[in-house]
């Protein structure tokens, strides 16, 4: 393992080392950019909160070389069957299920190169933290707490306290990220506000032990089960070895507290099974949907839940911090090494805000039906009357549900549209937004995937900088004019043709740029004279690092803020995109 003690000093300060930190620190320690992690807790119980990696979070893992290590973390092995069960009661009637939710079919598809994964976020997070801590310049501290930041034109100073001593040190690097969640005391520091509505909902999460219970409960292997009775409707499910189960009652009043003994009685009620069940852990977390109104000051940005939080319906909070940190950490490199402008910082929020917006509309709609409003006078009976209940029930659960569990559109069919650096051959092709995914090589969109002859998956053939995707052998003097403006920059790029007649039919154009994060930059025959100037942000206007409010507070509270929260603002699509809704 690398020595610690040899790290060159950080050029990226990174707060927090929850998944956005962790996968930041791998973004950067993988182009060899040296950076500090500090962590004020242990990050250590049992609260599993993400459970669903997904698709686009495990193809980074991929790339960083380390989704096989996550496949072997997985505590019921990779290919265990990603089904959601609604019923009455664990120990009741079936009412309907749907098979392979979020991605977690492990049969081969062509849309990508790795399937979803049911793991809890703390067996991911050790991933994470073991790759991260074994990259060269990578430093990951825990029991420091960044307690106050300045910044000039020439970089940031941090104030580091240590949690056990009290102990405070300066460190200085040229940029500072807060990645240091809901709470963000860094979000506070540069001023920012949440804008948004808080406490859509009050829920209660308690992890037990409960030997026995996956085989005492008739319906098969599971994920998550709705539970949907009227005496205490409620989601539980499977998490870890060890017979460790999470349940969350829904429709519980904002205030009410639980002893340990009335979630045991709450949890045996619920499936109707009584066993020897354990409560582990108990906590509160308050669903909401917010958005801060503005992601960076100067050299400081925000990443992961210090800029959005949503309700966790669909499983994409942590996955949405982690496409962050790809974001910003390839541009952070490529700034850092002199090949990107600084302005393409700019682009972070100019591309990621109108994704964060289309992902908070999905989870909220998703958080409007829980199984308390799918419960039903009678859904219980052993008569015909309540057989026809439960199939009326499951018949609005397929209306309404699908979307939720079936959103490959959501997680892979993003664009960014609008960006100044991406360089669109037809910017009036609108963005669909569906929960379907339709493949799309339309620059701004991830690089549509494809199994090749050879077995390879074609992004194993995409490097580490950008790509250019050869897919007509004509073009060969427009190959080397890209390859002569890259090597003008000193923008590292590689070039890898096929001639796989169904990659040529996905993209749609002899020529294709791919970006170091996948999505495509631009496609075409005739090479643009400054593409490579374009794409790497030159020739935009200089941000701001210097001038009024640059010079933020020292927050020694630690807390962060948590002001009043103004009311929902309206959806923000970047200028001259159209989008459209088919959810
Ligand atoms: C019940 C529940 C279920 C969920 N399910 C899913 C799911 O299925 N899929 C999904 O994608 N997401 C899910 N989420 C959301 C997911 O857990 C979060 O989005 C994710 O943890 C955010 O990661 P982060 O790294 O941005 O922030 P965090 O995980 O909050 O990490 C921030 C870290 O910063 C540290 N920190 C804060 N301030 C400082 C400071 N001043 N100095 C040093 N360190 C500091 C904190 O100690 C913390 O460790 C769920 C959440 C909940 C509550």
């Given at each position: 393992m690398h020595n610690q003690k040899d790290a060159a000093p950080p050029q990226v300060i990174i707060v927090g080392a929850g998944p956005t930190g962790l996968a930041l620190a791998i973004e950067l320690g993988s182009r060899s950019i040296p950076c500090l992690v500090v962590e004020k807790n242990d990050r250590t119980g049992h609260a599993p909160r993400a459970k669903n990696t997904n698709i686009r979070t495990r193809e980074h893992l991929r790339r960083w070389g380390i989704a096989g290590r996550l496949a072997e973390a997985a505590?019921?092995?990779?290919?265990?069957?990603?089904?959601?069960?609604?019923?009455?009661?664990?120990?009741?009637?079936?009412?309907?299920?749907?098979?392979?939710?979020?991605?977690?079919?492990?049969?081969?598809?062509?849309?990508?190169?790795?399937?979803?994964?049911?793991?809890?976020?703390?067996?991911?997070?050790?991933?994470?933290?073991?790759?991260?801590?074994?990259?060269?310049g990578v430093r990951v501290e825990f029991g420091r707490e960044l307690v106050g930041i300045t910044q000039d034109e020439n970089g940031v100073s941090a104030v580091i306290r240590s949690v056990d001593t009290g102990a405070e040190a300066t460190k200085k690097?040229?940029?500072?990220?807060?990645?240091?969640?809901?709470?963000?005391?860094?979000?506070?520091?540069?001023?920012?506000?949440?804008?948004?509505?808080?406490?859509?909902?009050?829920?209660?999460?308690?992890?037990?032990?409960?030997?026995?219970?996956?085989?005492?409960?008739?319906?098969?292997?599971?994920?998550?089960?709705?539970?949907?009775?009227?005496?205490?409707?409620?989601?539980?499910?499977?998490?870890?070895?060890?017979?460790?189960?999470?349940?969350?009652?829904?429709?519980?009043?904002?205030?009410t507290q639980f002893t340990e003994e009335q979630l045991l009685g709450m949890i045996r009620r619920s499936t109707g099974l009584d066993l020897p069940y354990r409560i582990l852990s108990s906590e509160i977390w308050v669903a909401s949907r917010?958005?801060?109104?503005?992601?960076?000051?100067?050299?400081?940005?925000?990443?992961?839940?210090?800029?959005?939080?949503?309700?966790?319906?669909?499983?994409?909070?942590?996955?949405?911090?982690?496409?962050?940190?790809?974001?910003?950490?390839?541009?952070?490199?490529?700034?850092?090494?002199?090949?990107?402008?600084?302005?393409?910082?700019?682009?972070?929020?100019?591309?990621?805000?109108?994704?964060?917006?289309?992902?908070?509309?999905?989870?909220?709609?998703?958080h409007a039906l829980a199984p308390n409003q799918l419960?039903?006078?009678?859904?219980?009976?052993?008569?015909?009357?309540?057989?026809?209940?439960?199939?009326?029930?499951a018949d609005l659960i397929w209306k309404t549900k699908r979307p939720e569990f079936f959103s490959l559109g959501v997680v892979l069919g993003y664009r960014y549209m609008g960006s100044p650096i991406i360089v669109d051959d037809n910017p009036s092709t609108p963005w669909v937004r569906s929960v379907d995914y339709?493949?799309?090589?339309?620059?701004?969109?991830?690089?549509?995937?494809?199994?090749?002859?050879?077995?390879?998956?074609?992004?194993?053939?995409?490097?580490?900088?950008?790509?250019?995707?050869?897919?007509?052998?004509?073009?060969?003097?427009?190959?080397?004019?890209?390859?002569a403006q890259a090597r003008h920059l000193g923008v590292p790029l590689q070039v890898f043709e096929t001639s796989d007649k169904e990659v040529a039919d996905l993209y749609q154009a002899p020529l294709v740029l791919i970006r170091p994060d996948q999505h495509v930059a631009w496609r075409g025959?005739?090479?643009?004279?400054?593409?490579?100037?374009?794409?790497?942000?030159?020739?935009?206007?200089?941000?701001?690092?210097?001038?009024?409010?640059?010079?933020?507070?020292?927050?020694?509270?630690?807390?962060?803020?948590?002001?009043?929260?103004?009311?929902?603002?309206?959806?923000?699509?970047?200028?001259?995109?159209?989008?459209?809704?088919?959810?």
């Open positions: 505590p019921f092995g990779v290919d265990y069957p990603s089904n959601i069960l609604f019923v009455t009661r664990l120990g009741g009637h079936l009412i309907t299920r749907f098979e392979h939710a979020f991605g977690g079919n492990p049969q081969r598809d062509h849309h990508y190169s790795e399937h979803a994964q049911w793991i809890p976020q703390y067996k991911l997070e050790a991933v994470l933290l073991d790759h991260a801590r074994s990259l060269p690097a040229l940029y500072l990220v807060g990645a240091d969640g809901g709470r963000s005391s860094v979000r506070h520091q540069i001023g920012a506000t949440m804008v948004g509505v808080h406490g859509l909902s009050r829920n209660n999460m308690t992890i037990f032990e409960a030997p026995g219970l996956a085989e005492a409960q008739p319906h098969g292997p599971t994920i998550q089960v709705w539970q949907c009775n009227q005496d205490m409707p409620s989601f539980i499910g499977p998490m870890d070895v060890g017979d460790r189960w999470f349940f969350v009652p829904t429709g519980i009043p904002p205030e917010l958005l801060a109104d503005r992601y960076s000051r100067g050299r400081i940005f925000l990443a992961g839940d210090a800029c959005h939080l949503h309700p966790p319906f669909g499983g994409f909070g942590m996955n949405m911090g982690i496409a962050d940190a790809v974001d910003l950490g390839w541009k952070l490199a490529a700034v850092l090494q002199g090949w990107g402008a600084p302005a393409l910082l700019d682009t972070y929020e100019q591309e990621r805000r109108p994704i964060h917006d289309y992902v908070m509309d999905e989870a909220e709609a998703n419960a039903r006078d009678g859904i219980e009976e052993d008569t015909p009357r309540g057989e026809q209940i439960r199939k009326e029930v339709v493949p799309s090589a339309a620059p701004g969109s991830l690089a549509p995937h494809r199994w090749l002859e050879d077995g390879n998956s074609l992004y194993d053939h995409f490097g580490p900088g950008f790509t250019l995707l050869v897919l007509d052998a004509d073009p060969r003097p427009e190959v080397l004019k890209v390859q025959g005739a090479v643009p004279d400054d593409l490579m100037s374009r794409v790497c942000g030159q020739g935009m206007k200089a941000p701001h690092l210097t001038g009024a409010g640059m010079g933020v507070a020292v927050d020694r509270s630690g807390k962060g803020h948590q002001g009043s929260v103004p009311p929902m603002v309206a959806d923000r699509a970047p200028a001259g995109a159209e989008i459209r809704q088919g959810r």
